[in-house]
């Protein structure tokens, strides 16, 4: 059978990341100098503060841990938290070192172009033995966990997926590559009208 070529549109729609310093900090200064900020520690123990550019909410919890959110790519995620540590600093936060900066998860989008037999295609890809879970009762959707790079995706009929729990941009694209390889093998790639 012709392999079908396929140039997915990936887009990178949410990148959460951490940042961590050696020492806590004193939220109610931290309101104190940013009145904007959101704080309600009767309902949530973090601070939330949000940057215009990078368009992003970073949470600021009196551990000193700062968990960041919003952003499109790993470099605007370490901008945000670098820039939310220059403006405490500017108002005079004491704050020692710097962050120490890790992504934890970036979520993608991909459209395919085309459409997808789920349900053939649950089948093609278990008997490949690949971790597969396909209720369409609960989710229309199927949900399949790949094991290198390690992520999740959740497929739909209509040729799009979401792409979950990858740790770098790059893991992001590879994985792309190895779902469209896997679907196409399977032979479930279904051309919609006009193409």
């Known amino acids: 059978m ?3 070529l396929l140039k997915p549109e990936i887009t990178i729609q949410n990148v959460v990341a951490t940042g961590s310093l050696k020492h806590g900090f004193d939220l109610e200064a931290i309101v104190k100098a940013f009145p904007d900020v959101n704080y309600r520690p009767q309902v949530f123990p973090g601070l939330v ?7 992003t909410a970073t949470l600021i919890f009196t551990t000193g841990k700062m968990v960041c959110t919003g952003a499109k790519s790993e470099r605007e ?3 945000a938290i670098r ?13 020692i070192g710097k962050p120490e900066i890790k992504t934890q998860n970036i979520v993608a989008s991909i459209d395919l172009g085309m459409s997808i037999d789920v349900e053939e295609g649950i089948f093609a890809v278990s008997c490949l033995g690949k971790q597969v879970m396909y209720e369409p009762d609960q989710f229309p959707g199927a949900i399949y966990r790949m094991e290198d790079p390690r992520c999740v995706f959740l497929i739909f ?5 979401v792409c979950v729990g990858a740790t ?17 093998d399977a032979e479930v790639l279904i051309r919609k009208e006009g193409q």
């Open 49 to 55: 503060f949000r940057l215009k550019r990078p368009k």
């Open 2 to 4: 012709e392999k079908t």
């Open 77 to 79: 995620a370490r901008r």
């Open 83 to 95: 820039k939310v540590v220059r403006e405490l600093k500017r108002e005079g936060i004491i704050i």
């Open 157 to 161: 009929g209509n040729g799009k997926l």
């Open 168 to 184: 770098r941009e790059a893991d992001v694209y590879k994985a792309v590559e190895n779902i469209v390889t896997i679907l196409d």
